[in-house]
T-cell receptor, first 114, second 112 residues
């Protein structure tokens, strides 16, 4: 079946602009995660959605970052007033309820802030 | 807070060699330990997942072990091939479904 998809695959934006990154999880997966992979910091957790529960936002680096998950499926990560240090690969993962809780990752969005 | 470390950061081996990648974690109350492969410019491919009640998992030429008491996991790759060249990441979480904490990865190169 289809895996996790993310769009766009690459995004170049000017400092100060807002960007939106999209994640389509595997159909039926109730949990969705956003991570960021940057050269200096490795792979870091950003935010976690589980069903209708309030999201775990503990990994968001600043209030310029926010995310929504509409209808329990598609998620959008928004970065306002982008800074050069926001340049990174943003990865989305999803998993089903129960089972072994394995997370499945999308191909990522490479964000470059100039 | 869980911290995950991978040593070495880079490894180069000749084709056919058996090799071991190491992963250590600070909190023994680990729930899942996952090993991933990442090719340049690509996302993460899950290789093996070991639950806290398990000691090891095998898939083809790959075998992953988990020793919670020592805070270590290893990924064993048998008869390495040039196609195994990639970055290998380990990650763990402390509760079912929680976010993963990643190690820095080991960049593996298998030379023909």
């Amino acid at each position: 079946g289809a895996g996790v998809s993310q769009s766009p695959s690459n995004k170049v934006t000017e400092k100060g602009k807002d960007v939106e990154l999209r994640c389509d999880p595997i159909s039926g997966h109730t949990a969705l995660y956003w991570y960021r992979q940057s050269l200096g910091q490795g792979l870091e957790f950003l935010i976690y959605f589980q069903g209708n529960s309030a999201p775990d936002k503990s990994g968001l680096p600043s209030d310029r970052f926010s995310a929504e998950r509409t209808g329990g499926s598609v998620s959008t990560l928004t970065i306002q007033r982008t800074q050069q240090e926001d340049s990174a690969v943003y990865l989305c993962a999803s998993r089903s309820t129960g089972g072994n809780y394995e997370q499945y990752f999308g191909p990522g969005t490479r964000l470059t802030v100039t | 807070k869980q911290e995950v470390t991978q040593i070495p950061a880079a490894l180069s081996v000749p084709e056919g060699e058996n090799l071991v990648l190491n992963c250590s974690f600070t909190d023994s109350a680990i729930y899942n330990l996952q090993w991933f492969r990442q090719d340049p410019g690509k996302g993460l491919t899950s290789l093996l997942l070991i639950q806290s009640s398990q000691r090891e998992q095998t898939s083809g030429r790959l075998n992953a072990s988990l020793d919670k008491s020592s805070g270590r996991s290893t990924l064993y790759i048998a008869a390495s091939q040039p196609g195994d060249s990639a970055t290998y990441l380990c990650a763990g979480n402390n509760n079912a479904g929680n976010m993963l904490t990643f190690g820095g990865g080991t960049r593996l190169m298998v030379k023909p």
